[in-house]
């Protein structure tokens, strides 16, 4: 079956660039019709999408966190990677890789996870 695995440093400095990277297995980011997002949670609320990147390669972020975030893929690597730059503490969460079939902006409609990996910004 489909797995998803992020991996990363688990502590960020404040004003650095948060790098996470998700490793898909049993099956391919260029399968029509999946989409891969990230999402994640700050302790205390809620899940927050943050973006994500199609089946063919477009990209979608969410509007609050569009100018710092950039994902990419490595489709030799079965692997799409989150970057969120200039990051303070407010993003301290855990961080999940997720897919749904087509772009989905609410959080709740993945149906696929990661196990998440805590980052904390702190100096």
């Known amino acids: 079956q489909v797995q998803l695995v992020e991996s990363g440093p688990g502590l960020v400095k404040p004003s650095q660039t948060l790098s996470l990277t998700c490793t898909v297995s049993?099956?391919?980011?260029?399968?029509?019709?999946?989409?891969w997002a990230w999402i994640r949670q700050p302790p205390g609320q809620d899940p927050e999408w943050m973006g994500g990147?199609?089946?063919?390669?477009?990209?979608d972020y969410s509007p609050p966190l569009r100018s710092r975030t950039s994902i990419s893929r490595d489709t030799s690597r079965n692997q799409f990677t989150l970057h969120l730059s200039s990051v303070t503490p407010e993003d301290t969460a855990v961080y999940y890789c997720?897919?749904?079939?087509?772009?989905?902006?609410?959080?709740?409609?993945?149906?696929?996870w990661g196990q998440g990996m805590q980052v904390t910004v702190s100096s």
């Open positions: 997720a897919r749904a079939e087509g772009l989905r902006t609410i959080a709740n409609a993945y149906g696929l």
């Open positions: 049993g099956g391919s980011l260029t399968a029509y019709p999946y989409y």
């Open positions: 990147i199609r089946y063919d390669g477009d990209t």
